[in-house]
């Protein structure tokens, strides 16, 4: 078993609140990179960037995790890639 890059696109339900749920998703999802990702309208979604073990339901735990954050809209896996 090796390692993978997790790739997660979190969409925020108020633009008002984006800075909060940063620096929520950092403090509760410790990604390896964060970016932010113009979509339209004036929303920014948060492209979160994760290395973790390559395992059965890796990604899933931290799909859960980010579902749970407050002003969270939605959360896509966008890529799961072996390094």
Known sequence: MGQVAVVMK??????????????????ALKPYK????????GIVALSLTFVIED???GSDL???????LSNVSGVDIVSVDRL
């Open 34 to 41: 964060l970016e932010e990702q113009p979509v339209a309208f």
């Open 55 to 57: 395992g059965v339901g």
């Open 62 to 68: 931290l799909e859960e995790k980010a579902n749970k």
């Open 10 to 27: 979190i969409m925020p339900e108020d633009m008002a609140k984006f800075e909060q749920l940063k620096k929520d998703a950092v403090a």
